[in-house]
């Protein structure tokens, strides 16, 4: 079992960067692939980064990629995600979230391969 916990929303202007933040409990956090997904208002979730249990594959959305950056510490149980370059479509809760992983360098993409959620954090651009 984890429990996610993420800080670090907040207001930026348009083209400013933010640093997300997940911390995870338990002593299982390495046999999870972590992701972030977010969701706008009147939107679906929408994937936004993914990275692997050990931290060397990472996938990211087309519509984040050159902006995002996603990283993850096994030893302190965090994983981050650095936006830059942010503007309004940006604008949604952010929720960190957990998938068993067998495999150390999958990474999913897919809301339903992930099994634990982060309550969210809302990030808003202002243009």
């Known amino acids: 079992q984890v429990q996610l916990a993420e800080s670090g929303g907040g207001l930026v202007q348009a083209g400013g960067s933010l640093r997300l933040s997940c911390a995870a409990s338990?002593?299982?956090?390495?046999?999870?692939?972590m992701g972030w997904f977010r969701q706008a208002p009147g939107k679906e979730r929408q994937f936004v980064a993914s990275?692997?249990?050990?931290?060397?594959?990472?996938d990211y959305a087309d519509s984040v990629k050159g902006r995002f950056t996603v990283y993850r510490g096994n030893a302190k149980n965090t994983v981050e995600l650095q936006m830059n370059s942010l503007n309004s479509e940006d604008t949604a809760v952010y929720y960190c979230?957990?998938?068993?992983?067998?495999?150390?360098?999958?990474?999913?993409?897919?809301?339903?391969?992930?099994?634990?959620w982060g309550q969210g954090t809302q990030v808003t651009v202002s243009s």
């Open positions: 990275i692997s249990r050990s931290g060397g594959s990472t």
């Open positions: 979230a957990a998938g068993s992983a067998a495999d150390i360098n999958s990474f999913y993409s897919e809301a339903s391969q992930y099994i634990h």
């Open positions: 338990g002593r299982t956090f390495r046999m999870y692939c």
